[in-house]
């Protein structure tokens, strides 16, 4: 039975949809809530106010600083809505709400930071070889942002985009995915309230043949920041050969974590948890590959599989489960298929590879103890609760394996051993390497990958820049008459 209905958020009206989709909440597996579906013609309409926004409207005689200041007020109400907008997540997602309710109040950290950027990307002043010639260069926003979200982590994906969109002056129509795009819906609301002028900000959900396609191969759009899968990805490269749009991509990853026998296996273990079964393995920097010295191989593993089987497994809404449900029931069917696989090609099942009783989309955790980096489980991005093994003897077969996939996104190194810690960061391939911790994130930090994990950066003081054109500005400051019109200056 559903008994919501939400809508999109367009030229700064919210609009009743004229065709909608149910959403599932993957907890039970009914439908609780209705979806505007957007069309075409709402995408038309999403961009055009975006742009007119841009080029005419007030946004775009926003300054800098007032631009700032209305980042950090969105920082703000997302901070005090944190709790409803977390129970919307948890129930659109299936993701555990003492994870949402902690990472949205994080997100507003995310638009205070940009906020306080928005006044500091600066032009420069450059001292050129020719005389009477002053030339300066400007920094101008790129233009219409389209950016397009994945249902997890959501908010937070939201935020690396429209943050630094915003502060650069930017205008940006962001399109949640179709699977649990309530939050973001929601979310609408509070940059309404916030004060964004009409346009400046335009939120729709819809599918991918139609509302995606439209979206990021739409002529008015300059600049397209995308968050999924690789499929997906390359769909979007071919839609900006349209309009030349500059394109970022952050895809997945198949991320290794490498435990050496001399790390604090207690706490290694806890952070191999956190990296796998934390939101039911939903995660684009899950770290789904296992790699452990084998001299500590079964004891490392015997860990393992008693933090396991303690894991809570229940309502997403409740603050005791630590895991819930997988967001979609054919993401469900993807790893029960790959699963299967990998255990027919000779993996060894340690724990987990069931669905727990009951309704809802849920997975147990698994553990595969793979013996060959062959086996699917090993080489595909699963995007669930499964956890691959490999077994290494010397520190070289460690790095070896740790880059032996087509994905460089994330990675982990548990080790005492200051030096062994320092060559493993600088020569794994991978965008991010954390060290005796894992899945840590920050406003401050760049993050993205190598590979099929995507093109480009998000956060920190560089990302600004990447909204941002260069416009040189050359004043000629002599009194003089041009000289020889046939000679280039």
């Not at 994905?407 to 965008?431: E, P, Q, Y």
Request: glycine share 10%; charged share 20%.
């Amino acid at each position: 039975m559903t008994d919501a209905q939400f809508r999109n958020f367009i030229d700064g009206r919210f609009d009743l949809p004229s065709t909608t989709f149910d959403s599932i909440d993957p907890s039970t597996g009914a439908p609780w809530a209705k979806m505007p579906a957007a069309s075409e013609a709402d995408v038309d309409r999403a961009v055009e106010a975006a742009h007119r926004a841009l080029r005419s409207g007030p946004w775009a005689r926003v300054t800098a600083t007032a631009r700032g200041k209305l980042l950090v007020k969105l920082g703000d109400l997302v901070v005090a809505n944190a709790g409803r907008l977390a129970e919307l997540e948890s129930r659109d997602t299936g993701k555990i709400i003492r994870e949402t309710r902690a990472q949205i109040a994080y997100v507003g950290d995310y638009y205070r930071y940009y906020g306080g950027l928005a006044d500091k990307h600066e032009g420069a002043h450059i001292p050129i070889d020719k005389a009477d010639l002053d030339v300066t260069i400007r920094r101008e926003p790129i233009g219409v942002v389209a950016a397009v979200v994945p249902w997890n982590s959501q908010l937070f994906l939201s935020a690396v985009k429209l943050g630094p969109a915003l502060a650069a002056g930017c205008t940006v129509v962001l399109k949640a995915s179709e699977d649990g795009p309530a939050p973001l819906l929601a979310f609408a609301e509070l940059v309404h309230e916030a004060g964004f002028p009409s346009g400046t900000v335009n939120i729709l959900t819809g599918f991918g043949h139609d509302c995606g396609r439209r979206l990021t191969s739409h002529p008015l759009v300059s600049r397209v920041a995308f968050t999924g899968g690789p499929s997906t990805a390359r769909a979007i490269v071919r839609n900006t050969a349209e309009n030349l749009a500059y394109t970022t991509l952050e895809l997945g990853g198949k991320s290794p974590v490498v435990v050496f026998a001399d790390a604090d296996l207690d706490s290694a273990a806890n952070a191999v948890v956190a990296g796998i079964f934390a939101a039911t393995g939903q995660s684009c920097v899950a770290g789904s590959r296992l790699l452990v010295e084998r001299s500590v191989k079964d004891e490392f593993l015997a860990r393992l599989k008693r933090k396991a089987e303690a894991i809570h497994i229940g309502d997403p809404q409740d603050p005791a489960t630590e895991m819930g449900p997988l967001a979609t029931l054919r993401q469900r069917d993807w790893v029960e298929k790959v699963v299967a696989e990998s255990l027919a090609a000779g993996g060894m099942l340690v724990i987990g590879g069931t669905r727990p009783a009951g309704s809802g989309f849920y997975y147990a955790p698994t553990i595969i103890d793979a013996g060959s980096s062959g086996l699917p489980c090993v080489r595909e991005e699963l995007f669930g609760p499964v956890l691959s093994v490999l077994a290494f003897d010397t520190e070289v077969q460690a790095l070896a394996l740790a880059n032996d996939t087509p994905f460089g996104l994330a990675s982990g190194v548990f080790t005492s051993n200051l030096g062994k810690a320092h060559r493993m960061a600088r020569d794994i391939h991978a965008g991010v390497v954390w060290v005796n911790t894992y899945r840590a994130v920050s406003p401050l930090v760049p993050f993205g990958g190598y590979g099929l994990s995507g093109l480009g950066r998000e956060g920190g003081l560089d990302a600004i820049r990447d909204y941002t054109r260069s416009k040189s500005v050359w004043i000629n400051t002599s009194d003089e008459p041009i000289p020889d019109p046939f000679v280039m200056r």
